[in-house]
């Protein structure tokens, strides 16, 4: 006997075509599909503010369809991971897991990602994990203005991990030739100090002076001497001028001695400053030639008072900027990698991770800090 049908068990249906699919559906159940386990991701995390780091495992939750999964092999350690670990700016979510200099392989990709950007694939990740594409500044290319840019330890979860993930257009290819395990601190560092060469139109015929000679300013000597500047070095450490000379610096100035600081009144072109303390500002301004820029990549909480005419009747400048745009740290690598730069680097073991951070809360780091992965 032929099976007869019941639309009344199928509720409305349109059209013959869906008739037939809800019956054949109610003959042959479609089977449900398989739930998987949660992945889990480990990670070292601080629990509270000022807290030491401690073992911490995170759900890692679905991919997005725009999103790459990268598994960490390195990590640098940065002043701003202290930052974010202490609550100094006052934005902090614990439990926290910082760390945002990674290098590491593309392990998986949402299904909107390139198909360019290829499993396997080394990538590097800074303070940027993502923006969201569609603003007026993400369509001039200025990403890294965007207003609703997510960072990637502000409210999630960072490089001090096995795996972390981040929009694909925020990580950035490494170029053949660019040591993996020295090259996340140029992801912070390095397109810190790269960007405003690049944004201000920074010549090779420019005389150019750096501020601070420590983890961002070490890297800075060295592109600005690759890129073609007669380099000062301002440094208050004069002990240490071989070195400063060894890394691009065509001259050294004694940053705490005001008659050296007179001596170059009205000679730069372009003054860098990486510290985050307050300086002698009007003395860097006296500095500039006219039409210099004075500009600050240091985040100096106290105001910098600074005399309106000292810039107004020399068309002066002061400016500051955060990090650069993805197009901005694809160019960066490739300079790094064509003129050999790269960061003075200290290892340690991520399991180590708060010696890490202990020697760098004591200003011991040369120049910077990298975390190799050992879960």
Same mark, same amino acid.
């Given at each position: 006997m032929r099976r007869r049908l019941e639309m009344k068990k199928f509720g409305p249906v349109i059209g013959g075509g869906g008739l037939v699919t809800a019956a054949l559906t109610s003959l042959h159940p479609q089977p449900r599909p398989p739930s998987f386990p949660v992945m889990t991701t480990r990670a070292w995390a601080a629990l509270k503010k000022g807290g030491s780091l401690e073992p911490y495992e995170f759900a890692s939750g679905d991919l997005k369809s725009d999103q790459v999964e990268i598994a960490v092999e390195y990590c640098g350690i940065c002043h701003s991971d202290l930052s974010m670990l202490e609550n100094a700016w006052g934005n902090a979510v614990y439990p926290l897991v910082a760390g945002h200099e990674v290098v590491g392989r593309v392990i998986a990709t949402g299904p909107e990602v390139p198909a360019s950007l290829k499993i396997g694939a080394r990538v590097g990740l800074g303070w940027f994990s993502e923006s969201c594409m569609a603003c007026a500044l993400c369509l001039h290319g200025d990403h890294n203005l965007c207003q609703t840019a997510e960072q990637t330890i502000v409210s999630r979860h960072g490089g001090f991990a096995e795996r972390v993930r981040s929009h694909w257009a925020w990580a950035t290819p490494l170029p053949e030739g660019l040591d993996p395990a020295k090259a996340g601190p140029l992801f912070c560092g390095g397109i810190t100090v790269f960007n405003p060469i690049v944004q201000f139109g920074v010549k090779p015929t420019d005389r150019v002076g750096v501020i601070g000679l420590g983890g961002l300013g070490h890297l800075a000597l060295q592109f600005l001497d690759k890129w073609g500047c007669e380099v000062t070095a301002f440094s208050s450490r004069p002990d240490k001028s071989d070195e400063l000379r060894s890394l691009g610096a065509d001259t050294v100035v004694n940053s705490r001695d005001s008659a050296e600081l007179a001596k170059v009144a009205g000679k730069f072109d372009f003054i860098l400053s990486t510290v985050n303390v307050p300086l002698d500002w009007n003395s860097y301004i006296n500095a500039l030639a006219p039409r210099g820029r004075?500009?600050?990549? $240091? +985040?100096?909480? !106290?105001?910098? %008072?600074?005399?309106?005419?000292?810039?107004?009747?020399?068309?002066?400048?002061? =400016? $500051? =900027? %955060?990090? $650069?745009?993805? +197009?901005?740290?694809?160019?960066?690598? !490739?300079?790094? +990698?064509?003129?050999?730069?790269?960061?003075?680097? !200290?290892?340690f073991p991520m399991s180590k991770v708060n010696d890490a951070l202990e020697h760098l809360r004591a200003g011991k780091a040369r120049y910077r800090i990298v975390l190799k992965a050992d879960f």
């Amino acid at each position: 006997m032929r099976r007869r049908l019941e639309m009344k068990k199928f509720g409305p249906v349109i059209g013959g075509g869906g008739l037939v699919t809800a019956a054949l559906t109610s003959l042959h159940p479609q089977p449900r599909p398989p739930s998987f386990p949660v992945m889990t991701t480990r990670a070292w995390a601080a629990l509270k503010k000022g807290g030491s780091l401690e073992p911490y495992e995170f759900a890692s939750g679905d991919l997005k369809s725009d999103q790459v999964e990268i598994a960490v092999e390195y990590c640098g350690i940065c002043h701003s991971d202290l930052s974010m670990l202490e609550n100094a700016w006052g934005n902090a979510v614990y439990p926290l897991v910082a760390g945002h200099e990674v290098v590491g392989r593309v392990i998986a990709t949402g299904p909107e990602v390139p198909a360019s950007l290829k499993i396997g694939a080394r990538v590097g990740l800074g303070w940027f994990s993502e923006s969201c594409m569609a603003c007026a500044l993400c369509l001039h290319g200025d990403h890294n203005l965007c207003q609703t840019a997510e960072q990637t330890i502000v409210s999630r979860h960072g490089g001090f991990a096995e795996r972390v993930r981040s929009h694909w257009a925020w990580a950035t290819p490494l170029p053949e030739g660019l040591d993996p395990a020295k090259a996340g601190p140029l992801f912070c560092g390095g397109i810190t100090v790269f960007n405003p060469i690049v944004q201000f139109g920074v010549k090779p015929t420019d005389r150019v002076g750096v501020i601070g000679l420590g983890g961002l300013g070490h890297l800075a000597l060295q592109f600005l001497d690759k890129w073609g500047c007669e380099v000062t070095a301002f440094s208050s450490r004069p002990d240490k001028s071989d070195e400063l000379r060894s890394l691009g610096a065509d001259t050294v100035v004694n940053s705490r001695d005001s008659a050296e600081l007179a001596k170059v009144a009205g000679k730069f072109d372009f003054i860098l400053s990486t510290v985050n303390v307050p300086l002698d500002w009007n003395s860097y301004i006296n500095a500039l030639a006219p039409r210099g820029r004075l500009h600050t990549v $240091g +985040a100096v909480l !106290e105001p910098i %008072p600074v005399p309106a005419f000292s810039l107004i009747m020399a068309q002066r400048s002061l =400016s $500051g =900027s %955060p990090l $650069g745009s993805p +197009a901005t740290t694809r160019d960066m690598v !490739e300079f790094c +990698a064509r003129h050999t730069i790269a960061p003075v680097t !200290e290892f340690f073991p991520m399991s180590k991770v708060n010696d890490a951070l202990e020697h760098l809360r004591a200003g011991k780091a040369r120049y910077r800090i990298v975390l190799k992965a050992d879960f």
